[in-house]
């Protein structure tokens, strides 16, 4: 792509995006999302993100950001590893400034507006979203496991152990 839209600190240029349609994947790794590696038992997973960019039809720059991939977190109750899906789309439209902003019984569901500013940080918008759609205390399923006091056995620990891995 002659002008790349977004620089090596994964600063999206959100005009030039979306006035050009653009689209483009790229790959996070967890350890560049420090904010979010804090909540996350590993940080040895990727996401996957897709950026698209286009205009409302009030000629408003639009984002439209797919993360998929796959983290680990802590089972609230029996402290194993836990694998959590992320299959998360949103979109943000940005306007010139916060006169424009839409009143709050104008907005559209699932869309979030925003200020437009000189560039958006993609890592800032993914972990916000990460961690929005991560469960406030994530466990297995109920009756699934146990709380270690109870005794958990080392057979399903080994099965948590396995089935917590980063890939899809
Ligand atoms: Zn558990």
Same mark, same amino acid.
């Given at each position: 792509?002659?002008?790349d839209p977004i620089d090596?600190?994964f600063r999206l240029?959100?005009? *030039?995006?979306?006035?050009?349609?653009?689209?483009f994947?790229?790959?996070?790794?967890?350890?560049?999302?420090?904010?979010? *590696?804090?909540?996350?038992?590993?940080?040895?997973?990727? @996401?996957?993100?897709?950026?698209?960019?286009?205009?409302?039809? $009030?000629?408003?720059? $639009?984002?439209?950001?797919?993360?998929?991939?796959?983290?680990?977190?802590?089972?609230?109750?029996?402290?194993?590893? @836990?694998?959590?899906?992320?299959?998360?789309?949103?979109?943000?439209?940005?306007? +010139? &400034?916060?006169?424009? @902003?839409?009143?709050?019984? &104008?907005?559209?569901?699932?869309?979030?507006? @925003?200020?437009?500013? =000189? =560039?958006?940080?993609l890592?800032?918008?993914?972990?916000?979203?990460?961690?929005?759609?991560?469960?406030?205390?994530?466990?297995?399923?109920?009756?699934?496991?146990? +709380?270690? *006091?109870?005794?958990?056995?080392?057979?399903? $620990?080994? *099965?948590? +152990?396995?089935?917590?891995?980063?890939?899809?």
């Open positions: 792509m002659p002008n090596r600190e240029d959100v005009a *030039a995006i979306a006035r050009e349609r653009g689209t994947e790229l790959k996070l790794p967890i350890a560049e999302l420090p904010r979010l *590696a804090g909540t996350l038992s590993s940080d040895a997973c990727e @996401l996957a993100v897709q950026v698209t960019g286009d205009t409302t039809r $009030r000629r408003e720059p $639009r984002i439209t950001c797919i993360i998929r991939g796959s983290v680990v977190t802590d089972c609230q109750r029996c402290l194993e590893p @836990l694998q959590q899906r992320i299959d998360i789309r949103s979109q943000l439209v940005f306007v +010139a &400034d916060e006169t424009r @902003l839409p009143a709050v019984e &104008d907005e559209e569901p699932e869309v979030d507006y @925003l200020v437009l500013e =000189a =560039a958006l940080d890592r800032e918008l993914v972990q916000d979203e990460v961690i929005l759609a991560l469960p406030v205390a994530p466990a297995h399923a109920p009756g699934a496991c146990q +709380a270690p *006091a109870s005794g958990v056995g080392t057979e399903s $620990r080994s *099965a948590f +152990a396995t089935l917590a891995r980063c890939t899809e």
